[in-house]
């Protein structure tokens, strides 16, 4: 279920923190949907007075107006999917690191990763389940290497879905195992659609570092992840059989 | 709810193990699923998390277990080395949740996964069956070797025994201390001997179920209230020198049966099952009667929000609240000493003895308390 997003990607920490940046009254954005919103409080006010069926009609209209107008003036970079998730493995941080920096052992027991093939020390190329069963594939280079601490990456030219991110590790207080901190900031394609599709498939890039974070843990902390994909199970109804084959089982 | 021939189940990973199912169970927390209080159910899911049998199988890092073992599983699964189980908090295992996203979000964090018992909490496919598949079977089942134990004699180890000792090792329990329980179902009938066992002076049981006050009175050796008939919270004064009981087990849980305002609002918010899920009315009625000081101990599953719970009274009298799904490992083999050692027989507990094949027909007995059913076993 990843996206090339996915998780466990070629991971370096990001100099570039994924954060929006903030609009200021520089920023064209800025005046982004300000007319929108204006437009569509008219309308709401306007609804509300009238007091008919008609005029609540009006005013719901009004409201999604402004909605849509306040939703474009959120200040982000164009489609950056930004992915942030935290956990704690109890494990000591440099099992942990170096497990992460073995993560090409992993795949096939992670639910989207795909492969992850070293070429030299810096280089590796990633492949992750997409959409709808599509592959997608990237060339990643290490930026940015720690011992035990840092790893960041950033995908290379030609990437599907163009990525950068890192992750950290640190010790969790007094012998609780390793905090890990991935972050991570991906451009699904199809611009503003791509997200979406993804989010509706169960497939957004969170959700796919999330799940295959879980399951790196568990596999650190109890040898194998859980799952009950393929276990036997009676009829299920038409709708069961068409979310398993969209978002794929569990 | 049906009976429906499905393909064997087949190892998946190197820890789980197979096992042929000898005896099961219905559980009072299956008939929240059966009335669909409990979301994420799915049509073709496999329930039953109370079951025994034989293993017939096992992966290739189970150690411990070997093909013709007889086991009791816990109904809780856990991976044996997480933060949660090395602290033995088994039911609050990370990471055999495969479903571990729903929760997260609802409840913030997830617990462990759970046989048959919803997608949210791990969609594994449960017991109620002829086999079934047991994840991380090197840390949960227990084997019983001793061959004068009966199935049944045993199989209770696999939830309600243990979280009826749970609930009554939640209240702390001091010498002469009073303890009421909600409920006189099986989980009510195994929290009044445990409270016993712990040390409880008294027990006063509550239901209005005739045969389950008449269980908690022969059996459990209870002091009774029937609520259809009496104000509890006035009647649980008066039976304790006015001071209320020094704690209450609330071994209801979602779906409580009451006669008083509060009830009948959460029916009818109930009845739609979005406006509300949960009917405290029983955690209501306990938290309103506890001695100041005192333990609200619940047993009885929670699935959502509750509405109008008295945090105020609470607060005021300074409780302690202790809950949570069972511990099921940290239990078993010290209650299965006990149960060898003849302090109880568990199967004093089961009314009705029935086949896989009849199951549909046990679920709406003991969902309608029809009968005098009180605990289901079933044979595959």
């Not at chain 1, 699904?188 to 599709?197: F, K």
């Not at chain 2, 087949?10 to 099961?24: S, W, Y």
């Not at chain 2, 079977?137 to 001793?146: F, N, R, S, Y």
């Amino acid at each position: 279920m990843n996206d090339p997003v996915n998780s466990l990607n070629s991971f370096q920490p990001a100099e570039r923190q994924i954060k929006d940046p903030p609009a200021s009254d520089h920023d064209p954005r800025s005046q982004a949907g300000l007319p929108s919103m204006l437009l569509g409080s008219g309308v709401a006010l306007f609804g509300l007075t009238r007091r008919s069926f008609r005029g609540t009609a009006l005013a719901l209209l009004g409201a999604g107006v402004v909605f849509t107008g306040a939703w474009s003036r959120r200040a982000r970079p164009a489609h950056e999917t930004a992915v942030r998730y935290v956990l704690t493995i109890n494990r000591p941080r440099h099992e942990v690191y170096e497990q992460w920096r073995r993560l090409e052992d992993l795949p096939g027991r992670m639910k989207n990763l795909q492969s992850v093939e070293k070429s030299d020390e810096r280089h590796s190329h990633w492949s992750a389940k997409g959409l709808l069963g599509y592959i997608v594939a990237w060339d990643a280079e290490t930026t940015q290497q720690e011992q035990d601490t840092r790893i960041s990456w950033r995908s290379l030219l030609g990437a599907t879905v163009p990525n950068h991110g890192s992750v950290r590790f640190s010790d969790a207080p007094n012998g609780r195992g390793t905090e890990l901190e991935v972050t991570m900031s991906c451009r699904l394609p199809a611009g503003i659609l791509g997200p979406l599709l993804a989010r509706l498939g169960g497939r957004s890039p969170q959700s796919q570092v999330e799940s295959d974070l879980r399951r790196f843990k568990a596999i650190l902390e109890g040898g194998e992840a859980p799952t009950t994909s393929d276990q036997a199970a009676g009829e299920r109804s038409l709708i069961g059989r068409l979310t398993n084959s969209w978002a794929g089982s569990r | 709810m049906r009976v429906e021939t499905v393909p064997d189940p087949v190892i998946i990973n190197p820890r789980d193990a197979i096992i042929k199912v000898t005896t099961t169970a219905i559980c009072g927390s299956d008939l929240h699923l059966y009335d669909g209080y409990i979301p994420t159910m799915e049509r073709g899911d496999i329930l039953g998390h109370e079951f025994m049998g034989e293993v017939v199988e096992v992966g290739a890092e189970v150690k411990s277990l070997r093909v013709g073992d007889r086991v009791v599983a816990p109904f809780t699964i856990a991976c044996g080395s997480c933060f949660f189980c090395r602290k033995e908090l088994w039911s609050l295992c990370d990471n055999t949740n495969p479903n571990a996203k729903l929760p997260e979000t609802a409840y913030g964090a997830t617990p462990s996964g759970l046989f048959g018992y919803s997608h949210m909490l791990g969609g594994y496919a449960g017991g109620q069956a002829e086999y079934v598949r047991v994840p991380y079977a090197d840390v949960g089942p227990l084997k019983i070797e001793d061959e004068q134990l009966k199935d049944e004699d045993v199989l209770f180890l696999s939830d309600i025994f243990p979280t009826g000792y749970q609930a009554a090792e939640n209240c702390n329990i001091q010498p002469g201390d009073t303890v009421a329980v909600w409920g006189c179902g099986p989980v009510g009938q195994f929290a009044i001997k445990s409270a016993y066992l712990l040390g409880a002076e008294r027990v006063i049981a509550l239901d209005q179920v005739p045969e389950r006050l008449a269980m908690a009175r022969t059996q459990g050796k209870a002091e009774t209230i029937d609520f259809s008939e009496e104000h509890v919270p006035a009647r649980l004064r008066e039976m304790t020198g006015g001071r209320g009981p020094d704690s209450c087990i609330d071994a209801v849980g979602m779906e409580a049966h009451g006669h008083s305002i509060d009830a009948i609002y959460d029916r009818v918010r109930a009845a739609t099952r979005v406006l509300a899920t949960d009917r405290p009315h029983a955690l209501r009625e306990a938290i309103m009667a506890c001695r100041k000081g005192g333990t609200v101990s619940l047993a009885g599953v929670y699935g959502g929000f509750l509405d109008k719970v008295p945090m105020g009274a609470a607060f005021g009298k300074g409780l302690t609240f202790k809950m949570g799904q069972t511990h099921v490992h940290r239990y078993m083999k010290p209650l299965l000493d006990q149960i060898q050692d003849g302090k109880i027989d568990p199967s004093f507990l089961i009314t009705d003895r029935v086949s896989l094949d009849d199951a549909p027909d046990a679920y709406a007995r003991f969902a309608e308390r029809r009968d005098g059913c009180i605990k289901v076993v079933l044979k595959p």
